[in-house]
Protein backbone atom coordinates (compact mmCIF):
# COMPACT_ATOMS: atom_id res chain seq x y z
CA UNK A 1 0.00 0.00 0.00
CA UNK A 2 1.25 3.64 -0.81
CA UNK A 3 1.65 5.72 2.10
CA UNK A 4 2.02 9.96 1.95
CA UNK A 5 3.47 11.71 4.95
CA UNK A 6 3.72 15.47 4.59
CA UNK A 7 5.21 17.99 6.57
CA UNK A 8 6.83 21.69 6.52
CA UNK A 9 3.26 22.78 7.76
CA UNK A 10 3.38 25.54 10.94
CA UNK A 11 2.07 29.01 11.56
CA UNK A 12 3.84 32.30 9.63
CA UNK A 13 2.58 35.76 9.06
CA UNK A 14 0.77 37.06 5.94
CA UNK A 15 2.93 38.24 3.07
CA UNK A 16 4.85 34.62 4.13
CA UNK A 17 6.05 31.65 2.97
CA UNK A 18 6.27 28.01 3.42
CA UNK A 19 7.66 24.60 1.74
CA UNK A 20 5.19 21.80 2.46
CA UNK A 21 6.80 18.17 1.52
CA UNK A 22 5.25 14.46 0.85
CA UNK A 23 7.27 11.82 1.25
CA UNK A 24 5.93 8.72 -0.75
CA UNK A 25 6.62 5.26 0.69
CA UNK A 26 5.80 1.59 -0.42
CA UNK A 27 4.82 0.79 -3.80
CA UNK A 28 5.73 4.06 -5.60
CA UNK A 29 5.90 2.85 -9.00
CA UNK A 30 1.85 2.83 -8.66
CA UNK A 31 2.20 6.63 -8.49
CA UNK A 32 1.57 9.17 -11.44
CA UNK A 33 -0.30 12.01 -11.03
CA UNK A 34 0.19 13.82 -7.69
CA UNK A 35 -1.95 16.51 -5.92
CA UNK A 36 -1.71 18.89 -3.02
CA UNK A 37 -5.50 19.56 -1.57
CA UNK A 38 -6.57 21.68 1.65
CA UNK A 39 -9.39 22.00 3.66
CA UNK A 40 -10.62 24.74 5.79
CA UNK A 41 -13.01 24.07 8.58
CA UNK A 42 -16.14 23.72 7.78
CA UNK A 43 -15.73 23.36 4.45
CA UNK A 44 -15.25 21.21 1.67
CA UNK A 45 -11.38 19.69 0.51
CA UNK A 46 -10.37 21.32 -2.87
CA UNK A 47 -7.16 20.90 -5.16
CA UNK A 48 -4.64 23.33 -4.56
CA UNK A 49 -2.56 22.14 -7.41
CA UNK A 50 -1.69 18.87 -9.40
CA UNK A 51 1.19 17.60 -11.29
CA UNK A 52 1.02 14.97 -13.81
CA UNK A 53 4.13 12.41 -14.10
CA UNK A 54 7.13 12.83 -15.15
CA UNK A 55 6.23 16.47 -13.86
CA UNK A 56 5.74 18.47 -17.42
CA UNK A 57 2.04 19.32 -16.36
CA UNK A 58 0.56 21.13 -14.11
CA UNK A 59 -3.06 22.54 -12.91
CA UNK A 60 -3.60 25.32 -9.96
CA UNK A 61 -6.54 26.54 -8.64
CA UNK A 62 -7.15 30.34 -9.61
CA UNK A 63 -6.75 31.39 -5.95
CA UNK A 64 -3.22 30.41 -5.79
CA UNK A 65 -2.10 31.11 -9.51
CA UNK A 66 1.29 33.24 -9.19
CA UNK A 67 1.37 32.35 -5.48
CA UNK A 68 2.16 28.32 -5.22
CA UNK A 69 4.68 26.34 -7.01
CA UNK A 70 4.02 21.95 -7.16
CA UNK A 71 6.91 20.07 -8.12
CA UNK A 72 8.17 16.26 -7.74
CA UNK A 73 11.03 14.49 -7.41
CA UNK A 74 10.58 11.46 -8.62
CA UNK A 75 13.67 9.92 -8.33
CA UNK A 76 13.10 10.15 -4.50
CA UNK A 77 9.34 9.69 -4.68
CA UNK A 78 8.78 13.44 -3.54
CA UNK A 79 6.41 15.99 -4.38
CA UNK A 80 6.60 19.75 -2.74
CA UNK A 81 4.22 22.60 -2.91
CA UNK A 82 5.66 26.21 -2.64
CA UNK A 83 4.01 28.86 -0.92
CA UNK A 84 4.78 32.41 -1.30
CA UNK A 85 2.45 35.74 -0.47
CA UNK A 86 0.41 33.84 1.76
CA UNK A 87 -2.95 34.86 2.84
CA UNK A 88 -5.18 34.12 6.21
CA UNK A 89 -7.44 32.95 3.55
CA UNK A 90 -4.89 30.14 2.73
CA UNK A 91 -4.78 28.54 5.98
CA UNK A 92 -6.37 24.94 6.32
CA UNK A 93 -5.17 21.32 6.84
CA UNK A 94 -2.94 20.56 3.25
CA UNK A 95 -3.38 17.05 2.15
CA UNK A 96 -1.01 15.20 -0.14
CA UNK A 97 -3.00 12.86 -2.80
CA UNK A 98 -1.54 10.73 -5.44
CA UNK A 99 -3.28 7.97 -7.86
CA UNK A 100 -2.34 5.29 -10.27
CA UNK A 101 -3.87 7.39 -13.50
CA UNK A 102 -1.86 9.89 -14.93
CA UNK A 103 -4.35 11.83 -15.47
CA UNK A 104 -3.76 15.83 -13.58
CA UNK A 105 -7.83 16.02 -11.58
CA UNK A 106 -8.86 18.74 -9.47
CA UNK A 107 -11.68 15.93 -8.25
CA UNK A 108 -10.85 14.55 -4.97
CA UNK A 109 -12.48 11.34 -5.71
CA UNK A 110 -9.18 10.77 -8.59
CA UNK A 111 -7.15 10.04 -6.20
CA UNK A 112 -6.58 7.02 -4.37
CA UNK A 113 -4.05 7.42 -2.02
CA UNK A 114 -4.18 10.54 0.54
CA UNK A 115 -1.76 11.61 3.24
CA UNK A 116 -2.75 12.38 6.97
CA UNK A 117 -2.12 16.37 6.40
CA UNK A 118 -0.59 19.07 7.70
CA UNK A 119 -1.61 22.47 9.31
CA UNK A 120 -0.73 25.70 7.38
CA UNK A 121 -2.13 28.83 9.63
CA UNK A 122 -1.20 31.95 8.19
CA UNK A 123 -2.02 35.31 10.86
CA UNK A 124 -3.26 38.67 9.45
Known amino acids: QVQLVESGGGLVQAGGSLRLSCAASGPTSHIYAMAWFRQAPGKERHMVAA????????YYADSVKGRFTISRDNANDALDLQMNSLKPEDTAVYYC?????????????????WGQGTQVTVSS
Open 51 to 58: INWPGDRN
Open 97 to 113: AADRENEVSRLRTSYAY
